[in-house]
């Protein structure tokens, strides 16, 4: 797959790292979440996922309460 932005790898797993969460409770699709969090781990490598907003910082801790 082509490299789009330059920063592709970034925005995938900071979308991945907002929407597993979400999906965790509010779906009954345990196969596509547990695929989701196979992506993100492969792609974040082990890594730390910033969030440069801090809106978006926050609510992530109120998801993750």
Do not use: W, Y
């Not at 970034?10 to 596509?32: D, G």
């Amino acid at each position: 797959m082509d490299e789009v932005t330059g920063r592709d790898n970034q925005i995938i797993c900071q979308a991945l790292k907002i929407a597993i969460p979400i999906m965790q409770n509010h779906s009954l699709s345990s196969s596509n979440t547990d695929d989701m969090e196979r992506i993100f781990e492969h792609r974040s490598k082990g890594n730390r996922v910033e969030f440069p907003d801090r809106k978006v910082e926050h609510f992530m801790e109120k998801l993750n309460g």
